[in-house]
């Protein structure tokens, strides 16, 4: 559909095209306008829980429009890159996270809004089960820092740490993450301290 310059989106009444010349429009944008901003492919789920809707998604101001391929979610944040969405995925201090996308930042009991955001992490309700109300925020882990250095095998990352002091200490910073493709069914990945060695358990795996 895409590919004869046309535009592709579901529609709800029996008989209705879903690849026409035209647009799309809603109360606030046209799909053509938002695919030319935001690509398929760099397209962040908005809604990743299921039972998404046009309504549903639109509520959490996030824009909803069909993909011309299986794969892009249908309702999506309206920006390219880190998502920091407010309290439309959730109630509480700003910077809350998609129920999926949390890492829970105080897995002891007894956590609290005042005891969570001591920590430097954000506090907000949820009514999925098993989702952590105190999370990490989205900015919290590490970065690659440059381009990744080829190996005859794979790829050497440099990774640095962002989103404000350490919360258990000890942190590495920076840290390496190598990645290298040692068959046609087996992949390697280590993390580790490229500025301090520590005994490894030697192994010596055939490739």
Known sequence: CAARGCVWCAATTPGT????RGTITTDQYTCSEVNSRIPEAQRI?????LGASQASCEARGCYWCASSYEGPPWCFYNQVGPVNPGPGTGTGTPGCAADAHRIDCYPSEGATQSSCEARGCSWCESSGDKTPWCHFPADRGYKVVGSPTDL???YLFSLQRS???AIFGGEVDPLAFRVEFESDYRIHFKFYDPNNNRFEVPLDIAT
């Open 17 to 20: 095209p879903w690849c026409f």
């Open 45 to 49: 789920d908005c809604h990743p829980e």
């Open 152 to 154: 005859s095998n794979g």
């Open 163 to 165: 989103g404000g002091s």
